[in-house]
């Protein structure tokens, strides 16, 4: 499972619990209406209101207390639900409590009580759902971080152990500069190679974290590792030394919440990747939706324009970088595609089509990026994937910028920062090839909802102003 589509358990928690709110809240409202209608004293209807009103308080919080949203990984469905039901006995003794000292019905006292005890299976059974979604991610990966260990170390065994005792992190295997000293594996985790490997090995798009396991009071040799692997996108902790299991366990724990210190890239923001993730589907299905009569047009006229499929694939870097196949409609003759972007395009290429400068120039070329978009490869907003071995001259590209890794920090766009900003198009120089990551590299570090809003309303306005941009 690539490393973008990996869910934090913590950010299912969050909704979760808000499921529950939202479900106890509108169960409480019901049985409220139904008290307000028996009864025609408004004291009384109010005294009922303020109990289940206590009693869905008290059962929010006992339910966080007694951990019914931690899931832990070897806990069995039924004492996951033992822990919900004394949740409910908690805040039905609270209710029964308000409604001693303030009878709501002097008939049947006991109708709060007995009203409110009927939410309990709909909440278990909406607990039982969540135990499940959450054990089927884990089998499928999506909830169980991975990581690559540096350093073949007494640290690098703690870490492992602690790994296989609790299962909350997968460790795919160890990298280390001292081949020579270190084992071909350590409890069973391979040793791949050096850190020289690690860089463009291709298990990295699947690695959450980066962990250095060399002893931390060997400042100097940490400093180094970590100025070698300041060129990957991926996140760098350092795992400090540990020596009893409890502190080996907490650190694994700290290490899957991506709590531990990062030393590289900012802290993963689980709020802003959902509302990000949102705003994805929604631009994207909402333009999906406008643009299908335009792209039936295009389709139609690539069609007729040249021999040769309607669309053109291509292979390019993704989040972490991740090999993803990007969609375009076919803009240059079939026979003479450049599938791995050794010759940038250059003005008044012969390789494209009439309709293929038309729609290139527009950029309606990119449309099909969408579905990439709701696959989750992409985002509408992100720096532009570039093809996987994409050349500057004979050079290849990200040989000239030694951060240019870190633009894959965040999925590729359909637009960005750098597109509405003049570097659109062709990287045939060292120089743009700087100024295009170093755009990328200042949007990634400021990304925001509203930077995003902007530059989606600033996208076909610098394409209709930009007529000096080669496409």
Known sequence: MPARARIEARSLARAFRGVDALTAAGFCIAIFA???????????TLNAGAALAAGFVALLLSLRALDAYVFARRELLPRHLLRVVA?????????????????????????????????????????????????????QGRLTPNIIVVGATANAQHLIEAALRTGEVNVLGIFDDRLDRAPESLLGVPVLGDTSALIDHRVMPYVDRVVITVSSTAQARVRQLFDKLDVLPNPISL??????????DAAISRIADAALADLSSAPAN???????????????????????????IVAVAVRLDSPGPIFFRQRRHGFNNEEILVWKFRSMRHEM??????????????????????????????LPQLFNVLRGEMSIVGPRPHAVGMKTGDVESAKLVE?????????????????INGSRGPVDTPELVRERVALDVDYIERQSFWLDVYIIAMTIPCLLGDRSAVR
């Open 239 to 248: 795992f400090v030394d540990v020596g009893r299991d409890a502190d080996s």
């Open 270 to 296: 689980a709020r802003k990747a959902l509302i990000k993730r949102l705003q994805d589907l929604v631009v994207g299905i909402g333009g999906l939706i406008v643009a299908a009569p335009v792209m039936a």
């Open 403 to 419: 951060q240019y890794a870190h633009r894959h920090r965040m999925k590729p766009g359909v637009t960005g920062w750098a597109a």
């Open 34 to 44: 139904v008290q307000s209608h028996r009864s025609g004293a408004a004291l009384l």
């Open 337 to 366: 595609a450049d599938a791995r972007a050794a010759r940038q395009i250059s003005a008044n290429d012969d390789r494209v089509t009439k309709v293929g400068k038309f729609i290139r120039k527009t950029s309606l070329d990119e």
């Open 87 to 139: 949740a409910f006995g908690a805040a039905a003794t609270v209710v029964l409590a308000f409604n001693t000292a303030w009878p709501a019905l002097p008939t049947n006292k006991s109708f709060p009580v007995l009203a409110f005890m009927g939410l309990a299976p709909v909440v278990m059974t909406l607990h039982a759902l969540w135990w499940g979604l959450i054990a089927r991610g884990r089998r």
